[in-house]
């Protein structure tokens, strides 16, 4: 058993977090919607001293297409076309929620 310091720990898992988080922007493509597509939408909030209104809101756009592997990892400002660059609008299969 290898005993490790708790802030060792904590620096292994932050390195591991921007290791996958560079990996996946490395290794996005444009989704095509064909096939099966999985997207989610993560919303993170902060509050300043954690009471009060948020005061930062950062919304996460994420999405894999299982056929080819495809992935995508957007950070979306708002929901404007212009933001969600990663998905093809040539084809008529989009989002229903954004109204492109």
């Known amino acids: ?10 620096d292994w898992c932050q390195f591991f977090h921007e290791q996958v988080l560079n990996h996946v922007e490395l290794m ?8 099966k597509v ?6 993170f ?15 996460i756009f994420e999405g894999v297409e299982h056929d080819s592997e495809n992935v995508f990892l957007v950070a ?11 998905v093809d609008q040539k084809l008529d ?3 229903d929620y ?3």
């Open 76 to 86: 979306i400002h708002d929901h404007t076309p212009r933001h969600i660059n990663w």
């Open 45 to 59: 909030c902060k509050k300043k001293y954690n009471i009060g209104e948020n005061v930062e809101v950062w919304r």
């Open 28 to 35: 996005q493509n444009k989704i095509c919607w064909i096939g």
């Open 93 to 95: 299969k989009t989002p």
């Open 98 to 100: 954004y109204n492109f």
């Open 38 to 43: 999985e997207v989610d939408e993560s919303t």
């Open 1 to 10: 058993m290898i005993f490790t310091s708790p802030r060792r720990l904590v």
